[in-house]
């Protein structure tokens, strides 16, 4: 009779053994899965992120332009018609074509400055064109230079510039190269006029 319960006393002590194994290893079991996922989903995490960094470095080095989402495109301040943008483009080439592209810049300001002052006209040609007694504002509009310029890709950009509202010129409404001006048109300037600034060749006045 004691063998009999020993026996039963074995099998349960057996059957309980074997289910804590089986627990056991349902455990192991899960933490090993749950480590393999978070390291395969490091693994791709850093492989998405190697990705997108060759992606990068490849349409950079190919020369496209990578623009972050967040950077604004620059919208003009000025909407001119094509006759007033040619206008705008030959008064500066004529007037500033040996200054650099800010000398350039400081010119397309002048013309523009005039387009908002009530004193001159309301468009760049009728500025550009204007003659105050008979004489011209802009001395290329009569000498052939306005006419007959070659547009340069270095204005193009000191008025594109200008158009974006870029203006250094402090508000100035006129300019004169001294050294190549009339000694009574300088004289005009110099009683009439408040001098701002010199600039390249040219001195600029409000």
């Known amino acids: ?11 349960m002590s057996m059957i309980f053994i074997t289910s804590w194994i089986c627990l056991k290893e349902l455990q192991i079991n899960r933490i090993a899965a749950t480590q393999a996922f978070r390291m395969e989903y490091l693994t791709v995490t850093e492989e998405e992120k190697k990705k997108s960094f060759l992606e990068v470095v490849a349409c950079v080095a190919s020369g496209q332009r990578v623009v972050d989402y967040e950077v604004l495109e620059k919208t003009k301040k000025y909407q001119l018609s094509e ?9 500066v080439e004529a007037e500033a074509g040996g200054e650099d592209e800010d000398g350039k810049l400081l010119v397309a300001n002048v013309v523009l400055n005039r387009v908002n002052n009530e004193n001159f006209p309301d468009t760049v040609t009728e500025v550009v064109m204007q003659k105050e007694q008979g004489v011209a504002q802009f001395s290329p509009t009569v000498d052939g230079r306005f006419q007959n310029v070659k547009v340069s890709q270095e204005t193009y ?3 594109e510039r200008a158009l974006c509202g870029e203006d250094i010129s402090q508000g100035a409404l006129y300019f004169c190269a ?14 009439k006029l408040t001098r701002l600034f010199s600039y390249g060749n040219h001195e600029f006045f409000l």
């Open 157 to 159: 950009e000191a008025v």
């Open 178 to 191: 001294r050294k190549k001006a009339d000694s009574n048109k300088i004289q005009w300037f110099d009683q």
């Open 1 to 11: 009779m004691y063998k009999k319960y020993l026996t039963k006393l074995l099998l």
């Open 83 to 91: 006759q007033d943008y040619d206008a705008l483009l030959r008064i």
